[in-house]
């Protein structure tokens, strides 16, 4: 399977994916490209630095549809199948999620439905929650919605900080993102 990762930032996720995928954990897959919205993505060099081929595809003042459009025409000119996000900072629009119906992923740090959007490790503190953790889910049209594929649980610490938990969670976010692409590639998860 033919693997897509969007990013926007540090690409730690994506590191694990790629690196996951040489070391053959996640068999009968390639990562065909890793598109970034942002230039300056500290994850593009990362990618590079793998052989993993990169692009970066800007807003740019364009609309959501047309951006879009041409990230979905590179996915497609390299066969792209299985498209996962990463830490990618943008809604899709209803096109991109229409034309990868069921093969885009993404992950979450927090257990959903709990805690949808942003800054969810400070939400989890100041709601007092005990546990958190991490969550794959498909990707449909509402934001961070979409199907559980796998979930892994965090305990919240009294002292955390909004800091000390997102880190503790990005260390189970790698493991479960592998699992839950290994699961789709072989058939074991789906819509
Ligand atoms: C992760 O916490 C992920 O769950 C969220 O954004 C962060 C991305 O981190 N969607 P990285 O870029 O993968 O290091």
Redo the contacts with the bound molecule.
């Keep these: 399977m033919k693997i897509g990762i969007l990013?926007s930032?540090?690409?730690?996720?994506?590191v694990a994916l790629v690196d996951a995928v040489k070391r053959g954990e996640i068999p009968n897959s390639s990562i065909a490209v890793v598109i970034s919205d942002k230039p300056n993505a500290a994850?593009l060099e990362k990618a590079r630095a793998r052989g993993v081929e990169t692009i970066v595809v800007q807003r740019r003042g364009r609309t959501r549809e047309e951006h879009d459009a041409e990230i979905i025409d590179e996915l497609r000119k390299r066969d792209v199948e299985l498209v996962c996000l990463?830490?990618y900072m943008r809604l899709l629009s209803k096109d991109f999620v229409q034309a990868f119906a069921d093969r885009i992923v993404?992950?979450?740090?927090s257990l959903l439905p709990s805690f949808p959007g942003l800054n969810v490790q400070q939400q989890a503190i100041d709601h007092g929650v005990k546990v958190s953790g991490?969550t794959v889910h498909f990707v449909n049209e509402d934001l961070d919605a979409g199907p559980i594929i796998l979930q892994r649980a965090v305990e919240v610490k009294d002292d955390d900080t909004a800091e000390t938990l997102?880190a503790r969670?990005?260390e189970e976010?790698h493991g479960a993102y592998v699992d839950a692409v290994r699961r789709i590639v072989s058939s074991r998860a789906t819509r």
Excluded: V
């Excluded at 930032?9 to 994506?14: I, L």
């Excluded at 993404?106 to 740090?109: A, C, D, L």
């Design positions: 990013i930032g540090r690409g730690s996720n994506m994850g990463a830490g993404n992950i979450h740090p991490c997102a969670i990005l976010e």
